[in-house]
């Protein structure tokens, strides 16, 4: 497979002034007429007229009229054109009922979708699909479906027809088509200067009940972009559209977003409380791109952070408005320790700012997208929010209409504060996660913090330089009042101390409040440091952070000496959790032990091998030390955060729930699973019906509740998806692959569906112990479905390979047994690009 470098990066040889679009619907034989005007560009050097084009039938080809004859290649068509302006027109035929990659034109139950985002339009006509190529889009579609909607504003519509005219000019990659019998949800909006704006959430009849929450999100969505960004949306239409088969959760098309349904639909019967903040997140996200990445787009797919860093760091500072901050700060680290840390310590690590990809699906990855969003919040931090407004102003004024680079968006950083970035730039271009190591000084009154950072090497990066790190730091006496209050420390050479005077004795430090930098902090701290910091940290990060160390120290303990639990760790975090002073979305969260996986991590840092079943042992008898410990309470703490009043999404039921359920789980362990039957049966809410049924299965009662599930639920997909996420997730580490098999056994397990072979295939690879049985048997049994998946839809079982990225963590037997279904893997007949490149990548 061919490799693409950034440095290669040359315009395109010509500008397209305008594009118009003909499309005559049939399953399998859709008629695509195009009409392009290309003029040559002035500011290219080479002349070269590629159209991309793949999975197309040419029916015919003009120039100003004149039938041609290309040539065509694999990846699209060449031809001589004139070095004037001149009209191309074509005519293709594609096939979307056939169509399962869910890439360009596809169906999915009965309905005409597409997906372009990044190189999917090259699969609709021939067009220089790239991001840098920015048109104005006429679109015709001619079909019996009665909802026909394309991007921009509708300009017409007849018996089987309609027209749709998007006067901004765009990337391919943002065009979008939708066709079927849909109904929608309609609101309105009025913009800030007084604009109405039409806004429906289009679905599939019988869904018109799961989209009041989606429209309230996008109205939030819209207010909020005004009045911290003062952006302001930009058509008279606002359409979203829910789609069943979907590779991942939702893309930003011009006026017409596209949803997986997971990510839009949703009822307080059929969806959780993470559920109802997720879609909150996504439809904010998506709406949002409308200026970071529609409006202001990428150059190239090099800078892919530059749209998606940007924009998950907006729909963080979103929900941290909408709902808790600091939760929102505790939850997003959790995420980002979780799938960003083992990308950028192992062998698919890359910098946030690639320089070479051989598939750019493959790139939409933790790194782009949470690094990216932490990259500015660092910058944030480091300038101070006055002159982040003010470059953001610059930006938007600056770049508008243009497809932009790093270099673009950190001179607009530049200009609006007159600081050098060109060290900061480091964090775009340098992969891996630095340490730093902190050793602490206290002399004649003077207390000092020195840091040493170090960045192992990543693939095709041995050597890495200091970067510019903001360290936040606050300082506590010794009874606990805080006596210097955050200041961030700004490192910036490999090895630097700073000095604090004027205290009277030796203070405690709390450092990276906040989690101010994407780092690992090493430090050699005191149990008692740890629970003081747990007990009186102002920080609420700090706090949990404190809480989490101690429980990593104390599963340590148990996995690698036998010792017992951490009595006075336990005694510290009950009263945490009895405070009802604090908010109880906090207190779950102090609740939530580190995963398997996280600590199989933490053991390889202390040069341990991890052997997941004695993970597993401990977890267990921590958590069940843990309910035997506060047996005496539990049932009382519960009642505490119990909700009386009529079900509402918001975070401070959502955080009730999610204690109590953290204390049901405990109280499972004592009760056999009395009250979890007790909550299932009483359940009105599917947050309170899941976290029932997940403590059952774990308490080895769940077959009655599991078969009730699916006779109450067989007809809604999504609530089914979690039938099959749960009891794979849930299942005891010697039988999860049988669950697993048993459950691709199900007549309702389907592999054309993105969300269910997640859900079966993505849960059973979260149940680390199981997933990583001694015999191999879960390697080879998730082998033989990404094998199968490959043909069908390369995309998704790419994404799914990266379970297998932190392998040489194990033990050299699980390495072997897993390395052998990676080669069977990459050993298959016509492996699709995209998971050759994956499987080769972790391979090594
Ligand atoms: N910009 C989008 C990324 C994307 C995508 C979405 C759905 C299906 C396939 C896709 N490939 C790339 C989504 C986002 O970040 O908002
Ligand atoms: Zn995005």
Known sequence: PKTIYLEDYTPFGYVVESVHLTFHLAPTATRVVSRIAFAPNPDATDGTFLLHGEDLTLIRARIDGEEITPDLTEDGLRCAVPDTPFIWEAEVEISPQTNTALEGLYMSNG??????????????????DRPDVMSIFTVRIEGEEKVKLSNGNPVGSGAGWAEWHDPWPKPAYLFALVAGDLVNHPDRFTTMSGKDVDLNIWVRPGDEDKCAFGME????????????YGREYDLNIFNIVAVDDFNMGAMENKGLNVFNSSCVLASPETSTDSNFE??????????????TGNRITCRDWFQLCLKEGLTVFRDSQFTADMRSEPVKRISDVIDLRARQFPEDQGPLSHPVRPESFQEINNFYTATIYEKGAEVIGMLKTLVGDDAYSRALDLYFDRHDGQACTIEDWLAVFEDATGRDLAQFKLWYSQSGTPRVAVSEDWTDGVYTLTFKQHTPPTPGQDVKDPKVIPIAVGLLNPNGDEVVPTRVLEMTQAEQSFAFDGLASKPVPSILRGFSAPIVVDREVSRE???????HDTDAFNRWEANRNLARDCLVAMIRDGAGPDNAWLDGLERVIRDDSLDPAFRALMLSLPTQSEMAQVLFDLFTVPDPDA??????????????????????LRATVAVDAPYAPDADQAGKRSLGSALLALQTRLDGGAAAQAQYGAAD?????????SQLISAGKGDAAVKAFEDQWHHDRLVMDKWFG???????PDVAVDVAQRLVQHPAFDMGNPNRFRAVMGGFAM?????????GEGYAFLADWLIALDDRNPQTTARMCSVFQTWKRYDTNRQGLIRAQLERIKAKPKLSRDTDEMVSRILG
């Open 111 to 128: 309905m005409y979708c597409t997906q372009c985002e990044a190189e999917g339009f090259r699969k609709i006509t021939y067009y220089p």
């Open 217 to 228: 999100a996008l109205k939030k969505s819209m207010t909020w972009d005004e009045e911290v």
């Open 278 to 291: 997720r879609i909150e997140a996504i439809i904010a996200h998506e709406y949002f791109h409308n200026w």
């Open 529 to 535: 440091e740890r629970a003081f910091l747990l007990a």
């Open 615 to 636: 993970i597993w042992q401990a977890s267990e008898d921590l958590r069940g030390h843990m309910a035997v410990a506060w047996q005496g309470f539990l049932p009382d």
């Open 685 to 693: 809410n599917m947050t309170l019906q899941l976290s029932a049924l």
């Open 726 to 732: 749960l009891q794979v997730g849930m299942a005891k």
């Open 767 to 775: 149940n680390h112990a199981g997933f990583h049985r001694k015999d």
